[in-house]
């Protein structure tokens, strides 16, 4: 292969709806380009981005695939992506190293849910998007209803660079109204047959010309004037102003193809090999410190590593871009998180497991390398002398969970060892070892990326497993103040125990000024605060701690002894065993002994009055509660929101948009399991929704009363 100058590099991220076509141009692009030589198709699935074998058992990308093809002394790397949500990881890496989206339509579907989960990501990167309109062949393509979704969300932005002459089964030609010229296949596609537009379409191609003609001068003010004095561009300053508008995100331009047939596959090859964005004309990267980094092959060495995967008879690899400088095979590189050295032994250009050696890399390109030793995915890998840190990238946050376990007791270490990797892989399941829940909970994006996993995990990994029911961490807090005393005290043989401790709890909350006076069940106490203490609890709130401890009743050096017994009943807490959490504890009398008080003693009197007053203080159980946000079609609105509602969901509002319809809502993260599943059911696939952890809420009585009553029986079955 021969080296590539940045200049002719593209980083193309193809993305889109599931099942819009992605896998199948991508095949058709690789195909164009002479990287392979026979077209694969999905359906049989044989492609090179499809090549894993848990694609083929799903019948879908699971994974982002590297690719690269190369066209008119270009190469263009292809990030092929998969369409599902459950897999949007894939999508966000890809994008946060691509200079351009290649946006795929389902010319049947038009905008769907999926395009319209995508298009929030090509909005967050600010990637350049460019449309193909995919499908053309298809007996129900409609062109005209894909265009029409398109400009109900972009408006103008969406600018018509080619239209089909005749989309359906007999689809052929289309005119593009760039070039000014119609482009017509035989039945195998591939290479066209370039020639004038028909006298019919002509009237239509004109008015569409100016249009584009337009849309492109608008981004530029030297075009702008040359196109008010010339009355119009040539495809050089066409090509400029387009690409300044996809720059800006103000062009959205409009292709036609089928992937499938290869029709339309080498213009669009053309054309972002013309216009799309490189590297060096997007915003430059910045690293963590703030430092604009400059995509230069004379620079010092630097690459990100975006993804890893292990595959078979090769091991780790990492793919990676370069970010800075030019990269050779055998040059060592420091990694920036642990200041390893790492030599990259071998570069690699990869389209799917098609890998070809390469000597060097520059600025701008994406490869992969393997047998790092210590290197994962958002590290970055710097010469000698350097130490930039890209940032990370920012995967969707989990919104799904599920508690794992292997089917035969002992082999919990190897599920460990394989969580791990397939983490390391695909960074949106989460794994979180639930000290406070017993289990081992995995997050992931919905029941389907979570039964991928499991899928394999069996038949990969050769281990079996089980999904159970994920517990819920609820907190324990009190609702009004209470009083108690406690005195600790045992006599036997030599030195006895003492301490006696009175103390005073009431809940806590941001603001709550200082201690007293309380009146407890008809008696007053007037409390001095001598001294406070905070402590942010780990697993979120606070307890605050308050010393009015008058005439040396107890001597300082036994609070810290029953502050340990306090917490050590926060940490369990007296109703259900959960963690308890925002309690101010004031401590204002107690009592000693000369001989037989001692720690132990403090820390015994302390946890019995606490847990006394918990019990006294009106104790509630708080369960987390999640902010969920659904957009849903409006024909399902009826239906999502009753089903919201039997999950004691709290609606904070609706509104449109985009011609969707949302709905904001609070729920209870107990009432969330399989959500994912049921709103896929209830809206034929048609809805999406995220949800973030929100605050803790207290459970209604009758569901406080039911965990009471569970947790007493688990306590009995214990002893
Ligand atoms: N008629 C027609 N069918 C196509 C075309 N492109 C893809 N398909 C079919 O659409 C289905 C999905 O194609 P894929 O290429 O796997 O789609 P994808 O976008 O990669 O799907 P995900 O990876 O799941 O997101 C397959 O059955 C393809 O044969 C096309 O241009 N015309
Ligand atoms: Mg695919």
Same mark, same amino acid.
């Given at each position: 292969?021969?080296?590539?100058?940045?200049?002719?590099?593209?980083?193309?991220?193809?993305?889109?709806?599931?099942?819009?076509?992605?896998?199948?141009?991508?095949?058709?692009?690789?195909?164009?380009?002479?990287?392979?030589?026979?077209?694969?198709?999905?359906?049989?699935?044989?492609?090179?981005?499809?090549?894993?074998?848990?694609?083929?058992?799903?019948?879908?990308?699971?994974?982002?695939?590297?690719?690269?093809?190369?066209?008119?002394?270009?190469?263009?790397?292809?990030?092929?992506?998969?369409?599902?949500?459950?897999?949007?990881?894939?999508?966000?890496?890809?994008?946060?190293?691509?200079?351009?989206?290649?946006?795929?339509?389902?010319?049947?579907?038009?905008?769907?849910?999926?395009?319209?989960?995508?298009?929030?990501?090509?909005?967050?990167?600010?990637?350049?998007?460019?449309?193909?309109?995919?499908?053309?062949?298809?007996?129900?393509?409609?062109?005209?209803?894909?265009?029409?979704?398109?400009?109900?969300?972009?408006?103008?932005?969406?600018?018509?660079?080619?239209?089909?002459?005749?989309?359906?089964?007999?689809?052929?030609?289309?005119?593009?109204?760039?070039?000014?010229?119609?482009?017509?296949?035989?039945?195998?596609?591939?290479?066209?047959?370039?020639?004038?537009?028909?006298?019919?379409?002509?009237?239509?191609?004109?008015?569409?010309?100016?249009?584009?003609?337009?849309?492109?001068?608008?981004?530029?003010?030297?075009?702008?004037?040359?196109?008010?004095?010339?009355?119009?561009?040539?495809?050089?300053?066409?090509?400029?102003?387009?690409?300044?508008?996809?720059?800006?995100?103000?062009?959205?331009?409009?292709?036609?193809?089928?992937?499938?047939?290869?029709?339309?596959?080498?213009?669009?090859?053309?054309?972002?090999?013309?216009?799309?964005?490189?590297?060096?004309?997007?915003?430059?990267?910045?690293?963590?410190?703030?430092?604009?980094?400059?995509?230069?092959?004379?620079?010092?060495?630097?690459?990100?590593?975006?993804?890893?995967?292990?595959?078979?008879?090769?091991?780790?690899?990492?793919?990676?871009?370069?970010?800075?400088?030019?990269?050779?095979?055998?040059?060592?590189?420091?990694?920036?998180?642990?200041?390893?050295?790492?030599?990259?032994?071998?570069?690699?250009?990869?389209?799917?497991?098609?890998?070809?050696?390469?000597?060097?890399?520059?600025?701008?390109?994406?490869?992969?390398?393997?047998?790092?030793?210590?290197?994962?995915?958002?590290?970055?890998?710097?010469?000698?002398?350097?130490?930039?840190?890209?940032?990370?990238?920012?995967?969707?946050?989990?919104?799904?969970?599920?508690?794992?376990?292997?089917?035969?007791?002992?082999?919990?270490?190897?599920?460990?060892?394989?969580?791990?990797?397939?983490?390391?892989?695909?960074?949106?399941?989460?794994?979180?070892?639930?000290?406070?829940?017993?289990?081992?909970?995995?997050?992931?994006?919905?029941?389907?990326?979570?039964?991928?996993?499991?899928?394999?995990?069996?038949?990969?990994?050769?281990?079996?497993?089980?999904?159970?029911?994920?517990?819920?961490?609820?907190?324990?807090?009190?609702?009004?103040?209470?009083?108690?005393?406690?005195?600790?005290?045992?006599?036997?043989?030599?030195?006895?125990?003492?301490?006696?401790?009175?103390?005073?709890?009431?809940?806590?909350?941001?603001?709550?000024?200082?201690?007293?006076?309380?009146?407890?069940?008809?008696?007053?106490?007037?409390?001095?605060?001598?001294?406070?203490?905070?402590?942010?609890?780990?697993?979120?709130?606070?307890?605050?701690?308050?010393?009015?401890?008058?005439?040396?009743?107890?001597?300082?050096?036994?609070?810290?002894?029953?502050?340990?017994?306090?917490?050590?009943?926060?940490?369990?807490?007296?109703?259900?065993?959960?963690?308890?959490?925002?309690?101010?504890?004031?401590?204002?009398?107690?009592?000693?002994?000369?001989?037989?008080?001692?720690?132990?003693?403090?820390? &015994?009197? %302390? *946890?019995?009055?606490?847990?006394?007053?918990? $019990?006294?203080? !009106?104790?509630?159980? /708080?369960?987390?509660?999640? =902010?969920?946000?659904?957009?849903?079609?409006?024909?399902?609105?009826?239906?999502?929101?009753?089903?919201?509602?039997?999950?004691?969901?709290? &609606?904070? %509002? *609706?509104?449109?948009?985009?011609?969707?319809? $949302?709905?904001? !809502?609070?729920?209870? /993260?107990?009432?969330?399991? =399989?959500?994912?599943?049921?709103?896929?059911?209830?809206?034929?696939?048609?809805?999406?929704?995220?949800?973030?952890?929100?605050?803790?809420?207290?459970?209604?009585?009758?569901?406080?009363?039911?965990?009471? $009553?569970?947790?007493?029986?688990?306590?009995?079955?214990?002893?």
């Amino acid at each position: 292969m021969k080296g590539y100058q940045p200049n002719e590099l593209k980083n193309i991220a193809l993305v889109g709806s599931a099942g819009s076509g992605k896998t199948t141009l991508a095949e058709a692009m690789l195909y164009e380009g002479g990287v392979i030589k026979r077209k694969g198709d999905v359906d049989s699935k044989n492609t090179v981005s499809d090549y894993h074998e848990i694609e083929h058992q799903q019948e879908r990308s699971i994974y982002s695939t590297v690719l690269y093809t190369e066209y008119q002394n270009k190469k263009i790397n292809i990030i092929d992506t998969p369409g599902l949500d459950d897999f949007a990881g894939g999508v966000v890496s890809a994008l946060s190293v691509s200079d351009c989206a290649l946006f795929l339509i389902n010319g049947h579907q038009g905008v769907e849910v999926g395009t319209e989960i995508v298009s929030r990501y090509t909005a967050k990167f600010n990637t350049p998007v460019v449309f193909a309109i995919n499908q053309l062949d298809h007996e129900k393509a409609n062109y005209e209803k894909a265009i029409d979704d398109l400009k109900a969300k972009h408006g103008n932005k969406v600018v018509i660079v080619q239209y089909p002459v005749n989309a359906g089964m007999e689809f052929n030609a289309v005119i593009d109204v760039l070039k000014m010229k119609m482009y017509k296949w035989g039945p195998d596609g591939g290479e066209p047959t370039i020639k004038e537009i028909p006298a019919s379409e002509k009237e239509k191609a004109d008015e569409l010309h100016n249009t584009l003609v337009e849309s492109a001068a608008e981004n530029d003010e030297a075009l702008m004037e040359l196109y008010f004095e010339e009355g119009s561009l040539n495809e050089d300053q066409m090509r400029a102003g387009i690409k300044q508008g996809l720059i800006n995100k103000d062009v959205y331009p409009v292709f036609c193809v089928s992937g499938k047939k290869d029709m339309g596959v080498r213009r669009l090859m053309e054309f972002l090999n013309n216009v799309a964005p490189q590297t060096s004309e997007m915003p430059k990267p910045v690293n963590v410190e703030g430092n604009e980094v400059t995509v230069d092959p004379e620079g010092p060495a630097s690459i990100f590593i975006f993804k890893t995967s292990i595959e078979e008879h090769l091991g780790a690899v990492a793919y990676f871009k370069v970010m800075s400088g030019k990269i050779e095979e055998g040059m060592d590189l420091i990694n920036a998180r642990n200041s390893n050295k790492e030599r990259l032994s071998q570069l690699y250009c990869v389209a799917g497991n098609n890998r070809t050696k390469i000597d060097s890399m520059v600025a701008g390109d994406i490869g992969a390398t393997v047998k790092l030793k210590d290197t994962k995915t958002n590290d970055t890998l710097n010469t000698k002398g350097t130490d930039w840190k890209f940032p990370e990238i920012q995967f969707p946050a989990p919104k799904y969970r599920t508690a794992v376990q292997p089917k035969s007791k002992g082999e919990e270490e190897k599920l460990g060892e394989i969580l791990n990797r397939r983490t390391g892989e695909d960074p949106t399941y989460i794994v979180e070892h639930s000290k406070e829940l017993k289990q081992l909970i995995v997050h992931g994006q919905g029941e389907f990326h979570l039964n991928t996993l499991k899928k394999q995990i069996e038949n990969h990994d050769k281990l079996e497993i089980e999904f159970l029911t994920p517990k819920i961490p609820y907190r324990e807090t009190i609702t009004k103040p209470a009083q108690s005393d406690y005195r600790h005290k045992k006599q036997s043989g030599g030195s006895g125990q003492f301490g006696e401790v009175y103390m005073i709890i009431e809940p806590w909350y941001e603001g709550i000024g200082d201690p007293g006076p309380y009146k407890i069940d008809g008696k007053e106490y007037s409390v001095t605060k001598r001294g406070v203490e905070e402590y942010e609890l780990k697993w979120g709130g606070k307890l605050v701690f308050v010393n009015s401890i008058v005439g040396g009743s107890i001597d300082a050096k036994y609070l810290p002894a029953i502050m340990k017994g306090v917490m050590e009943k926060m940490e369990e807490g007296p109703l259900t065993g959960s963690y308890a959490r925002d309690i101010r504890l004031v401590v204002y009398d107690g009592k000693m002994h000369p001989v037989d008080s001692n720690e132990i003693s403090f820390k &015994i009197a %302390g *946890m019995q009055a606490f847990r006394t007053a918990f $019990k006294q203080a !009106a104790p509630k159980i /708080l369960e987390p509660i999640y =902010k969920v946000e659904v957009m849903v079609p409006s024909e399902y609105m009826g239906d999502v929101m009753s089903d919201l509602q039997g999950r004691r969901a709290m &609606i904070e %509002g *609706m509104s449109s948009e985009s011609g969707y319809e $949302k709905i904001t !809502a609070k729920v209870p /993260l107990a009432e969330m399991n =399989k959500y994912s599943t049921s709103l896929s059911s209830l809206t034929s696939g048609q809805a999406m929704y995220t949800m973030t952890y929100d605050q803790y809420m207290p459970v209604p009585g009758d569901i406080q009363e039911k965990l009471l $009553k569970e947790y007493e029986a688990a306590q009995a079955e214990d002893e």
